[in-house]
């Protein structure tokens, strides 16, 4: 089993940056792409980045293209999730997980608990 924990969230106001954190442990394994997703009240959850195995690939939501850098630290079995520019419509539970590369949320197996990420305007 892989245990995801995320950290990071918070209230910010819009414009500000926020650092999202996931830590894995258990069975790690450095070749798991590595994705975060979020779900916002009243809709579905849905992909923002993935990152490969190795963190030569990345891919993005149109919606966070620009803004958001997802990166990994496989000594540390940690992936993050640089979040800038922040708007409103980025409110949301953030949720790690882990699986095959892609941005379906059935190609991740493992997942996080979720942290909020509150935008005020």
């Known amino acids: 089993q892989l245990q995801l924990v995320e950290s990071g969230g918070g209230v910010v106001q819009a414009g500000a940056s926020l650092r999202l954190s996931c830590a894995a442990s258990?069975?790690?394994?450095?070749?798991?792409?590595m994705a975060w997703f979020r779900q916002a009240p009243g809709k579905e959850r849905e992909f923002v980045a993935t990152?490969?195995?190795?963190?030569?690939?990345?891919y993005y939501a149109d919606s966070v293209k620009g803004r958001f850098t997802i990166s990994r630290d496989n000594a540390k079995n940690t992936v993050y999730l640089q979040m800038n520019s922040l708007k409103p419509e980025d409110t949301a539970v953030y949720y790690c997980?882990?699986?095959?590369?892609?941005?379906?949320?059935?190609?991740?197996?493992?997942w996080g608990q979720g942290t909020q990420v509150t935008v005020s305007s």
């Open positions: 258990g069975r790690t394994d450095s070749s798991y792409a």
């Open positions: 997980a882990a699986g095959l590369y892609g941005n379906s949320r059935y190609r991740y197996v493992y």
């Open positions: 990152i490969s195995g190795s963190g030569r690939d990345t």
